[in-house]
């Protein structure tokens, strides 16, 4: 998965003289969605994704002929969020006029499979995607003799093996830091794969194995090929020392079986103070762009 851009709407210079009727808001949605049954989060030709499903609501609650959203992360086909972010610019009157029901009536025609929390107007500075200072998934995992909860297999990897969970802690903590992880995504043309990985623990909680993972950004697949690296070391197939060695490649690695994508969930993503999303953007999209 990868945070690279869906939609930047070109937010107009407060500075420039515009009548209250061309005036936007730039407003934030925070979004939960079950990715079971989407083609991921970006709009394709033909599948349905969030974005599009999304949108569509929008426009049509709005009453606009289309809207262009911005996201923080762009999820894979089944993957899930808890706390994904969106914006989009919206005419004041529309803004004015939607913004104390705005959630209820998306609820009303929303599919049940992705709900929209919380509407907020936001400064015209934030950008949902170069804005954001991290981003936190989590990807669970059960190898319980008898299998995965019958409720949670949507969202729980089934291993049908014991795994070691101190071993992939210990795997994990190495790979912490400011790195270059070609090895570990599917590469875009004339985009880094230089990323900070802030945090990378691994827990058991009951009958399931959380790995929690935050970094300033992902890139196509990161986590999933994160997650596939630790099973092996979980197994026994692999050192400790192994996934943090394929720091040393210059190209992705073929020897990491990507994760499936149902495990996964992004969990949070976290912005700077108000006054300094400006500086964020600009120092995001200097590193990235």
Known sequence: MSDEEITVSDHPDPSLDVSPADALTRVRLDVCYDGTDFSGWAVQPGRRTVQRVLQEALATVLRLP?????????????????????HLDLPVPVWSEARGRLVRRLGGILPRDVRVSAVREVPDAFDARFGAL??????????????????????????????????????????????????????????????????????????????????????RSMVRSLVGALLAVGEGRRPVEWPAGLFANENRSDDIAVAPAHGLTLIEVGYPADEELAVRARQTRTKRV
């Not at 996201?71 to 969020?81: C, E, Q, S, W």
């Not at 729980?156 to 210990?170: C, E, G, I, N």
């Open 134 to 219: 991290w981003r936190r998934y989590e990807y669970r995992i059960c190898d319980a003799e008898g299998g995965v909860d019958p409720l949670r297999r949507r969202q729980v990897l089934a291993w049908p093996r014991p795994l070691d969970v101190s071993a992939m802690a210990a795997a994990a903590a190495r790979l912490v830091g400011l790195h270059d992880f070609v090895a570990f995504c599917r590469v875009r043309p004339d985009t880094t794969t230089i990323r900070t990985l802030e945090h990378f623990d691994v827990a058991r909680n009951g009958s399931e194995i959380v790995c929690t993972v935050q970094a300033d950004a992902f890139c």
């Open 66 to 86: 289309s809207v262009a959203l911005t996201v923080a992360g762009r999820t894979d086909a089944g993957v899930h969020a808890t706390g994904q972010v969106a």
